[in-house]
């Protein structure tokens, strides 16, 4: 189900044939450096994540994360979308994107797309966590008009939580 389109990309709902794709996103260490836990070691993981987490999610908020397809390249190259996070109560927008698609724009291009949809989701705040040292991800909420709130916990690790008001 597509949920988004822009010149460059298509966002949609991710199904069990982008198993591959986010095992990537989940596996490559230079991806990783500020996403806590430890890199995927099989394909396996990565169907247990979208059975597990993506589609629950899906089924129970009516959104989630979002795969994002290169239309020139016709692959998934990263993610962008909205989850809600219990431990704050509140909805975070997410994204990651495989190495060779940084610093082209596709970040900034997905998540605009992504918070024009919000008001139809009914989603009127959104934050954003980013682990401490994440420069890239800070500037990009910035860029996307987010404001840093300040700092917190997450998953063990320090934070820092930018918000958007949508409305």
Request: net charge negative; aromatic share 10%; proline share 4%.
């Amino acid at each position: 189900m597509i949920v988004a389109e822009t010149e460059r990309l298509i966002l949609r709902r991710f199904t069990a044939e982008d198993k591959q794709a986010i095992f990537l996103l989940n596996s490559i260490p230079e991806i990783l450096t500020y996403i806590p836990g430890e890199p995927m070691s099989s394909v396996k993981q990565a169907e247990d994540i979208l059975n597990e987490l993506i589609f629950p999610h899906y089924e129970q908020f009516g959104f989630g994360r979002w795969a994002v397809e290169h239309k020139m390249d016709n692959k998934v190259i990263g993610f962008c979308g909205p989850i809600f996070v219990q431990e704050f109560n509140e909805v975070e927008l997410g994204y990651r994107y495989l190495p060779e698609y940084w610093g082209k724009g596709i970040g900034f291009e997905a998540a605009n797309a992504s918070l024009a949809e919000m008001p139809s989701l009914s989603i009127n705040n959104i934050i954003a966590l980013i682990l401490l040292g994440n420069k890239g991800s800070e500037a990009l909420a910035k860029k996307i008009g987010m404001t840093e709130r300040g700092r917190d916990s997450f998953m063990g690790h320090k934070v820092n939580v930018f918000q958007k008001n949508i409305i």
